[in-house]
């Protein structure tokens, strides 16, 4: 079976303050990184927060997955309970509407899990003993370890440095084209959106501004546009493009019509 997810006419309100609107998009696949991309207060977490179940509005979430599995969503922010060790956490997870039995099989996930993000070190150490960024690697572990199907992952290398984050992206993206997992990413970072996404997605303003391959979407008039920013797209040989920010599209502007500046 073909894992997918697709939207239709998707929305979200809070009260009467309307987040997101008439967000559709063709299926998005198993196997494929998207790439949700825009400034802050794009609409970005409300609409993982919409696709997970977790808040209302109009329109339609189709989700296909084996028997009806539920997409495993990482927010920006997690609870930490600081009684369990890092190992605890993550077998909680695995165990997750499941029975308590522990066997071999869920050992086996744990440990991976905490090898492929290279934090077996801390496996027996207490939840508020570690950084920030060492916490937002146990998420990450405790999202693997689901074996999720469809993952939404909100800035999930925020807390990261960049050789982390550079591993942690990495590994998303060969876990989701090896198992066949749609990913949803909200990030920050176009380039390396650039680097790992099969898609974008581009939000802005509640709205789907764009949606396709990376090397198409991001653009200096996108960018403009967006992000308000001047910018050019380098493209190496054999690499992955690279956004250079020149500087800001706003203020050239004003220096353009000075009485606009005076107002």
């Not at 071999?104 to 496996?123: C, F, R, S």
């Not at 937002?136 to 469809?150: D, G, K, M, N, Y």
């Not at 925020?158 to 066949?180: G, Y």
Request: with cysteine; charged share 20%.
């Amino acid at each position: 079976m073909v894992k997918r997810l697709a939207l239709s006419e998707v929305g979200v309100a809070y009260g009467k303050r309307q987040i997101l609107t008439g967000i559709s998009t063709p299926d998005l696949l198993g196997g494929e990184v998207v790439a949700v991309i825009g400034p802050n207060a794009a609409g970005k977490s409300s609409l993982f927060r919409r696709i997970a179940g977790m808040a209302s509005g109009a329109g339609t979430v189709e989700i296909v997955s084996s028997a009806g599995k539920a997409p495993c969503y990482l927010p920006q922010d997690t609870a930490v309970n600081a009684v369990l060790t890092v190992y605890e956490s993550i077998l909680l997870a695995r165990k997750q509407g499941g029975s308590w039995g522990v066997g071999d099989e869920e050992l086996a996930a744990i440990d991976q899990a905490l090898h492929d993000l290279d934090i077996a070190e801390l496996a027996f150490r207490g939840l508020g003993e570690l950084s920030g960024g060492q916490r937002q690697l146990v998420s990450i572990a405790q999202t693997l370890v689901r074996r999720p199907e469809i993952m939404l992952l909100d800035e999930p290398t925020s807390a990261l440095d960049l050789h982390r984050q550079f591993e942690v992206l990495s590994l998303v993206a060969r876990l989701a084209r090896e198992k066949k997992i749609c990913v949803l990413i909200a990030i920050h970072d176009l380039n390396q959106a650039l680097r790992i996404a099969d898609k974008v997605m581009v939000l802005a303003k509640g709205r789907l501004v764009a949606l396709g391959p990376p090397r198409e979407i991001i653009t200096p008039a996108l960018l403009e546009e967006v992000y308000g920013v001047v910018a050019r797209v380098e493209t190496g040989d054999g690499e992955a493009p690279f956004v250079v920010v020149q500087g800001s599209a706003r203020k050239a502007s004003q220096r353009a019509r000075p009485e606009l500046a005076a107002l």
